[in-house]
C-alpha cells in the first residue's frame, strides 16, 4: 500500500519532528539524563497501556459495514502489534528499574495524557478514526527516530531498553501509520471535504496532545531523580 505523493505530508513531518524536538521531556532524553528518560516511560504508560483496547474499540464499532471490512483487512494486525509494543515498553521501563507495578502506579496521574486517550476514544467518522490512528502512530515513529539518533540517549539504554523505538523505525512492509493515512484518504475524498485540510488538522491535534503531556517532563523527573 503505497502512499499517493503529499507534500503537505513531509510539511507536516517536518512540523512534528521540531514539536517532539523540543518537548521538554524529549529534550532531558536526548541529553541522556536517565532521571527525565524514566520520566518518559513512566508518563506516555497510561496510552501505551490503553492503545490495543482502545484500537480493537474503534475499528470494531464502525457504523459502516463496509468500511469497517476494509479497516478488519488491517486492524488485527495493527492491534497485535501494539499488544507486543506495549510488553516492550513494559521491559524497556523495567530495564532502567522500573517495575510494572511502578509503572501502573502512573495511571491516572497526568490528565493531559488520559486525554490522549480520551481523544481517540470519540465517537468521529470512519476518516477521522483512522487518520488519528495515523497520528499517532506518526508520533511514535517521529520520536523514536528523534531518540535513537541522540548518541547520548541510546547509550542510556540497554538494548532492551531500544526495541520498543526500533520497532517505530525498522520495518519490512507498510508502516501502520501508511495503512491508516491511506483509508483515511479514501473517505475523505468520498466526504467532499478539504482532505489535506482535514488530515493536517486531525493529525496535529493529536501530536499537539503529545507534545503538551511532555510537560509535566520535568516535574516526573525530579520525583525519580529524589527517589534515587
Known amino acids: 500500500m503505497v502512499l ?6 513531509d510539511e507536516l513531518k517536518r512540523n512534528t519532528d521540531y514539536m517532539i524536538s523540543h518537548s521538554p521531556l524529549i529534550e532531558g532524553c536526548v541529553r541522556g539524563d536517565p532521571n527525565y528518560i524514566k520520566a518518559f516511560w513512566a508518563i506516555y504508560w497510561e496510552n501505551v497501556d490503553d492503545i490495543p483496547a482502545i484500537y480493537n474499540e474503534r475499528f470494531l ?12 483487512k488491517f486492524s488485527g494486525i495493527i492491534i497485535a502489534d501494539e499488544k507486543n509494543h506495549r510488553q516492550r515498553w513494559i521491559e524497556g521501563a523495567k530495564s532502567t528499574g522500573i517495575s510494572y507495578e511502578r509503572l501502573n502506579s502512573f495511571r491516572g496521574r497526568f490528565p493531559l495524557v488520559t486525554a490522549i486517550s480520551n481523544h481517540l476514544r470519540e465517537q468521529v467518522s470512519p476518516a477521522k478514526i483512522f487518520l488519528r490512528t495515523g497520528g499517532v502512530e506518526s508520533v511514535a515513529g517521529r520520536l523514536s527516530s528523534i531518540l535513537l539518533h541522540a548518541e547520548k540517549f541510546y547509550y542510556a539504554l540497554e538494548e532492551i531498553g531500544r526495541t520498543w523505538f526500533k520497532l517505530h523505525i525498522v520495518h ?19 466526504e467532499g471535504v478539504n482532505v489535506t485540510q482535514t488530515a493536517i488538522h486531525e493529525i ?3 501530536v499537539t496532545k503529545y507534545v503538551n503531556a511532555s510537560l509535566v517532563g520535568p516535574r516526573v523527573a525530579e ?3 529524589k527517589a534515587a
Open 4 to 9: 499517493p505523493n503529499l507534500g503537505w505530508l
Open 61 to 72: 464499532n464502525i457504523p459502516d459495514k463496509i468500511i469497517q471490512r476494509r479497516a478488519k
Open 172 to 190: 519490512s512492509g507498510t508502516t501502520h501509520e501508511q495503512i491508516m493515512l491511506r483509508l483515511a484518504l479514501r473517505e475523505l475524498e468520498k
Open 204 to 206: 496535529t491535534i493529536v
Open 223 to 225: 520525583e525519580f531523580a
